[in-house]
């Protein structure tokens, strides 16, 4: 791939929880050379912040003044941490706490329009992997290469949980997959931009594939796209 196509290449990688699309976007990232940027990170790190000042989350107003004066910025070194008005909240954000606080905060428009600048910003920099539930509809309309990403709701609740586990996190599986299913009706049925493949989105079901496997499928279609 030449160095220009590099530069300008957008790959939007959208899809629910526990579809693989952060595992996934970061080793393509990686393998490409590309700025890679975790849109989720950015609406937990509000969450996180609106919960630390004693907001309730259905106070849109106060929610949507959060977002608007909080700093949020991705340090895009070898492992890409999430700072809060000066915070790492790298580990914080990922809490169950959060986990199930971000589809309520993500669902307004002032949040969105707020986060969504920033994230084009972040596209601006150069050639970019950006994975969340809107990128390919909404933040990066024109990206080259749109996926969206599924697989079994079993599977999807087994890895989220797994994650968990790893992070000291005693949870119950059922309560991950309950958990899961209301995250995913509250992001497909949110009024703004929902979560939904974009027309041109190509699909890509990650259950029983490795995470190496999977990157390797949607760089070759990156490769094959840019020829």
Request: glycine content about 6%; hydrophobic content about 40%; some cysteine.
């Amino acid at each position: 791939m030449k160095q220009e196509q590099q530069l300008a290449l957008q790959i939007a990688i959208d899809g629910p929880a526990g579809a693989g699309k952060s595992t996934v976007a970061k080793l393509v990232a990686k393998q490409l050379n590309l700025f890679y940027v975790d849109t989720g990170a950015m609406y937990r790190a509000i969450a996180y912040k609106a919960l630390k000042n004693g907001i309730l989350l259905e106070d849109e107003p106060s929610v949507s003044q959060i977002a608007k004066t909080t700093e949020v910025i991705l340090d895009h070194s070898e492992e890409q941490s999430v700072w809060c008005d000066g915070e790492n909240v790298t580990l914080a954000i990922r809490s169950t706490e959060i986990s199930r606080a971000v589809s309520i905060v993500a669902a307004y428009g002032e949040v969105r329009k707020r986060l969504v600048e920033l994230q084009r910003k972040e596209a601006a920099r150069g050639g970019v992997v950006m994975d969340g539930r809107d990128i390919g509809t909404h933040v990066l309309p024109d990206a080259k290469i749109k996926i969206f990403l599924t697989a079994t709701p079993h599977e999807r609740a087994r890895r989220r949980w797994m994650e968990l586990i790893k992070a000291g996190k005693n949870v119950l599986l059922e309560e991950v997959s309950q958990d899961m299913q209301k995250r995913d009706r509250q992001d497909t049925e949110r009024e703004v931009s929902p979560l939904e493949p974009a027309e041109d989105a190509v699909i890509l079901d990650t259950t029983g594939y490795s995470v190496e496997g999977m990157a390797a499928k949607i760089i070759a279609l990156t490769l094959e796209d840019g020829r």
